[in-house]
C-alpha cells in the first residue's frame, strides 16, 4: 500500500512537471525558434522525465 501511495504521487509529480516543461518548450521554440539549443535542451529534458514516467508505469 505505501508503495502504490508513493508511485502514484511521484506519477502525479512528473506529469507536472512534463507539462511545464513542455509549456516552456513551445515558449522558448516560438520565441527562438524550435531548432534552438535551448528548445532542443528543453525538449530532450522533456523526453527524460517521459522516460521516467514510462519507467514507473512498466514496474507498477
Known amino acids: 500500500m505505501q508503495r502504490y501511495r ?6 502525479k509529480a512528473l506529469l507536472v512537471d ?3 516543461a513542455r509549456e516552456l518548450m513551445v515558449e522558448i521554440g516560438l520565441e527562438e525558434g524550435f531548432t ?7 525538449s ?10 514510462e519507467e514507473i508505469n512498466i514496474n507498477d
Open 6 to 11: 508513493y508511485t502514484s504521487m511521484l506519477r
Open 36 to 42: 534552438s539549443n535551448n528548445t532542443i535542451l528543453i
Open 18 to 20: 512534463i507539462e511545464a
Open 44 to 53: 530532450q529534458f522533456v523526453d527524460q522525465l517521459l522516460n521516467k514516467l
